[in-house]
C-alpha cells in the first residue's frame, strides 16, 4: 500500500456543517435581498425579530451579510496558508480546502487545524 506524504491532505466536513451553513447563509441571503418572500408570520418570535431587522435596520442587516462573507474569505485565505504551513503542496488539494473553506467557514478550517502532518495515523 503506498503511503501518503501529506502533500494531498483533504478532509469533508461533516454534513451537519453542511446542511447547517448553507440554510444559514441561503437564509441570511434571502432577508437580505429577497424578504418579501419570506414568510416571517410562520417563524414566530424568529420571523418577528428578522422582519424587525428588515424593517428597520435593513442597511446594518446587509452590512452583517457582507461581513459575514468577509469572514469566511479570510478563513479561506487562512486554510490557504495553513496549507502551505502543514506541507499540503497539492494545487487541486489547496483549491478543494479554499473553496470548502469559503462555503463552510471555520467547520472545514478546525479540520485543517486539527491536522497534524507529523503524527502517523493510527489504523
Known amino acids: 500500500m503506498a503511503k501518503s506524504d501529506g502533500c494531498d491532505y483533504f478532509k469533508r466536513t461533516s454534513l451537519f456543517w453542511i446542511v447547517a451553513v448553507t440554510l444559514s447563509m441561503g437564509y441570511f441571503t434571502c432577508v437580505v435581498f429577497v424578504p ?8 414566530g418570535p424568529f420571523g418577528t425579530f428578522c422582519s424587525y431587522l428588515v424593517d428597520n435596520y435593513a442597511n446594518l442587516v446587509f452590512k452583517g451579510w457582507l461581513s459575514a462573507w468577509a469572514v469566511h474569505l479570510f478563513e ?28 463552510f467557514g471555520f467547520a472545514s478550517l478546525g479540520l485543517l487545524l486539527k491536522y497534524d502532518p507529523k503524527r502517523p495515523k493510527q489504523h
Open 76 to 103: 479561506a485565505l487562512t486554510a490557504l496558508r495553513m496549507c502551505s504551513n502543514k506541507g499540503i503542496n497539492n494545487t487541486a488539494t489547496r483549491c478543494m480546502w479554499f473553496f470548502q473553506t469559503f462555503l
Open 36 to 43: 418579501e418572500k419570506i414568510p416571517f408570520e410562520l417563524l
